[in-house]
């Protein structure tokens, strides 16, 4: 349904520094890189959502939207807990640690962060029984 995720940074060297590693994590492909936007997800599989960094089309500062976030779908717990420290390390503030969240389903596992810029991500992990949909 999604094509796409673009969100605003101010510096793209410090955005880069925080965002290249995770991805590399996540073994996400770097698919675009310019001196104004990058973006990563599968190369050659124009199916397959990717996420966007970059300036703001209008030149003003990017501004972090309160309540937006972005949730990305990791393959378990382990993983999410090294994203989050990945995070952190290059620049991430830390908005939630790694655990369960009852109050989202027994099955939810995920932590929360900030980029450099204040843009909300979450590595989150559902490992209980798959409803259908």
Not at 65 to 77: E, Q, S
Request: glycine share 14%; hydrophobic share 35%; with cysteine.
């Amino acid at each position: 349904m999604i094509s796409y995720t673009s969100i605003g940074i101010d510096d793209m060297e410090r955005a880069l520094r925080f965002y290249q590693p995770l991805f590399a994590e996540m073994g996400l492909d770097q698919c675009f890189l310019d001196e104004t936007s990058a973006s990563w997800g599968r190369k050659g599989d124009t199916t397959f959502t990717r996420f966007s960094i970059g300036y703001p089309f209008d030149g003003r500062p990017s501004s972090a939207g309160n309540g937006a976030m972005t949730a990305f779908l990791i393959d378990g717990p382990g993983r999410i807990a090294r994203l989050h420290a990945i995070a952190l390390q290059n620049g991430g503030a830390n908005e939630g640690d790694p655990g369960r969240r009852p109050r989202y389903g027994g099955e939810f596992y995920g932590a929360y962060v900030r980029d450099p810029d204040g843009n909300k991500l979450a590595f989150i992990h559902y490992d209980g029984p798959k409803s259908e949909a």
